[in-house]
């Protein structure tokens, strides 16, 4: 690559070259590198630009304060002068060729040497996460009697509070993001239409202040509404009555104050404008594009009552969260309910729309080649422009991490590699043809402890894969957990790590959404089904043979472990005559049978037992295991082919509470994590 673009590139973040999954160096187009920096306003796409991009990037004065300054709680930093402090709180503090180390943590703003800047004090490290147990759920796929063809916030509340009786101390959701209000309705959690505010299909109708204060007749046609539950989740229909009974009950509802809340006023516009011209944008007439444009004032009101019933819509889920909330403390969770945070946003929604400033406009997010995805990844996700993000105080990831906060006692950051880079694939290339761009990681982290801390909130990293060892030291020092996965502990020759080997400040689970349930790995579900779906990379035969060398290769460990009882022995048998016929008679001591196949129920309480046998601080138990599902609720690489996201459980709130499966494994939990007696208490 040219020296001169390499050099560019490398100014602004922008790598031209990576490691990949086999640790080979491997060089980006430079192509590449021009469509990446283009993403980010700078023009390499001749060599004079190229030479008067890096002159510029070089002029940059390097001692000159950053447009965001991140501090460390009880660190100094050197200014180039004197000036002032404006505190968060609104204090002032005269400050002199240094930042004083006693700063209140928070958002604060200098004036200096001509400046003024956004300063963000941060703590060191969160507090230990406690150690608990408790169950992942994917929230659609719970259903109960009063609940909608879908799970929603009542179920929540219900089982939160169920499961925190019977000692688990957290309850891990899928991502709960907004997606659009026009049919088709989005099926995956991670593709939302926004991280800030909160589907409307998980609310439950007759838990309103609305639907108890509406007269008789108009709660019947509203119970009316109800949609069966089916086979599969049917978001549309579901929506389709939810929307219409919420229609209903709308004009028994208080109003929502929008002045109070501009950021809901434009999300709600947004989907007042979706539901005429649908969910994506960039499709809209052009001068609807820009949220404080003249034209889309005047459409909101015009739009006035819809905007208000979408703003009631986010009024109504902040209440039945909240409801989830008092469930969990209520019943003494020392962590409480964890949400997911998506690890970008569907570049046509509502964020796309309301964020357009501090995004890269175009970029698709994704990952780079690796051994299960041979063509790499395009999540076809929007992503942050780290310059941006600097140049405005970070006040978009600080007011999305506050929302997604609200209501949660930890919060898992999907993909949270990506704090540290993220591989953007220009418009025009193919998944691979990417690269990655590098964002200010001490500020994403630090931005993400100080509102987590403020929250008082857990942090969990999805850190699976290929990452950094920067990923895992940067989440460790800030007392901010790994994930662990058992399919994924193993060693350099393929063998499952015994779990007392497995790190302590992690969450550790079984399997995740994207990979086959303990059951599914047991039968051989995850190859018959991708056999079907022409998925496999290899011969179907040499992808049975090599599950089946999996299976064994856990057997064995449990085994080792003691976690498996060993073969049920069999007596050996002798033959003797008897009045001429041959009767067969046992004798000798009994032998174990090294071909019997242990009860797959019983490998399934043995994988939660090494769980349970982990020094991990946080367990993780998803209900698809123990209810016996075979189907994974995601199959990657599909889209249609496969029901994803839409799998019920097998079984209803009430099954679940009396399912002896269910209660064998929450004993067997409950003993290695007994509550502490004040959760509050410090951990060692």
């Known amino acids: ?105 928070g958002w604060h703003r200098l004036a200096c040497a001509d400046r003024d800047v956004t300063v963000v004090v941060v703590p060191r490290r969160l507090p230990v996460s406690p150690d608990a147990w408790g169950w992942m759920l994917q929230l659609y796929a719970l259903t109960s009697e009063r609940s909608w063809g879908m799970g929603d916030l009542g179920d929540l509340a219900d089982f939160t509070e169920w499961a925190g009786a019977n000692g688990a101390g957290l309850v891990l959701l899928n991502p709960l993001h907004a997606v659009g209000p026009a049919h088709p309705v989005a099926t995956s959690p991670y593709s939302p239409a926004s991280r800030r505010f909160v589907n409307p299909l998980y609310l439950r109708v007759s838990d309103t202040a609305a639907y108890r204060a509406a007269d008789p007749a108009t709660r019947a046609v509203v119970d009316a509404l109800r949609p069966d539950r089916g086979p599969l989740i049917d978001y549309d229909e579901v929506w389709a009555a939810k929307r219409h009974a919420l229609e209903l009950l709308h004009p028994y509802a208080q109003p929502v104050d929008l002045a109070t809340d501009p950021a809901l006023t434009s999300f709600a516009t947004w989907c007042a404008l979706a539901e005429k011209h ?19 004032a005047e459409q909101r009101r015009q739009l006035a009552d819809r905007v208000a019933f979408y703003a009631w819509l986010q009024h109504l889920c902040d209440e039945q969260l909240d409801a989830v909330t008092a469930a969990a403390r209520s019943a003494g969770m020392p962590v409480g309910v964890v949400h997911d945070l998506a690890v970008g946003i569907d570049p046509g929604g509502a964020d796309g729309w309301q964020l357009a400033d501090v995004l890269a406009q175009g970029v698709r997010v994704g990952a780079p080649p690796d051994d299960f995805n041979q063509l790499g990844q395009d999540w076809g996700l929007a992503a942050w422009r780290p310059d941006r993000l600097a140049a405005t105080g970070y006040a978009a990831y600080r007011d999305m991490l506050r929302r997604a906060l609200r209501h949660a006692g930890g919060l898992r950051v999907d993909h949270v590699a990506g704090l540290w880079r993220l591989w953007w694939v220009p418009p025009g290339g193919g998944a691979a043809e990417g690269t990655y761009v590098r964002y200010d990681a001490e500020a994403m982290l630090g931005i993400l402890a100080l509102e987590a801390h403020r929250a008082g909130a857990v942090v969990v990293g999805e850190d699976l894969g290929t990452v950094q060892p920067t990923v895992t030291r940067g989440l460790r020092g800030r007392n901010m957990l790994g994930s662990t996965v058992l399919w994924f502990a193993r060693d350099d020759n393929g063998d499952f790590v015994p779990p007392a080997r497995w790190p302590r400040n992690a969450l550790a689970t079984i399997s995740t959404h994207d990979l086959p349930t303990a059951p599914g790995f047991l039968t051989g579900e995850h190859v018959r089904v991708r056999d079907e779906l022409k998925l496999l990379g290899t011969e179907v035969a040499v992808e049975r043979a090599r599950a089946a060398a999996d299976r064994d290769r856990l057997l064995t460990m449990l085994r080792a472990e003691n976690l498996l009882p060993d073969p049920t022995p069999q007596l050996p048998t002798v033959t003797v005559a008897s009045e001429g016929a041959e009767q067969r008679t046992d004798a000798g001591p009994a032998l174990p049978d090294a071909t019997a196949a242990p009860d797959d129920g019983e490998v399934v309480v043995a994988m939660h037992a090494a769980l349970a046998a982990s020094p991990t601080r946080l367990l993780g138990v998803s209900l698809y295991d123990v209810l016996g599902e075979v189907r994974q609720p995601n199959m990657p690489g599909t889209v249609d082919e496969y029901p994803n996201w839409r799998l019920p459980l097998p079984a209803s709130v009430a099954e679940i509470r009396a399912d002896p499966r269910v209660a064998r494994i929450a004993e067997l939990l409950s003993a290695a994590r007994p509550r502490p007696a004040d959760p509050a208490a410090p951990q060692q």
């Open 278 to 296: 649908g969910n994506d944008w960039r499709a809209w007439p052009a001068r609807l594009h820009h949220p404080d444009g003249p034209a889309v």
């Open 1 to 105: 690559m040219n020296r001169r673009l390499a050099a560019l590139a490398n100014a602004h973040g922008v790598s031209t070259w990576y490691e990949d999954w086999r640790h080979r160096r491997v060089e980006v187009a430079p192509e590449t590198v021009v469509g990446v920096l283009g993403l980010l306003g700078v023009d390499a796409t001749s060599p004079t630009a190229i030479a008067d991009a890096l002159a510029a990037a070089r002029a940059v004065d390097r001692s000159a304060l950053p447009e965001t300054v991140v501090l460390t709680h009880g660190r100094s930093r050197t200014l180039p002068g004197p000036g002032v402090v404006t505190l968060e709180d609104g204090g002032r503090r005269a400050v002199d060729g240094e930042f004083p180390a006693d700063l209140p943590l």
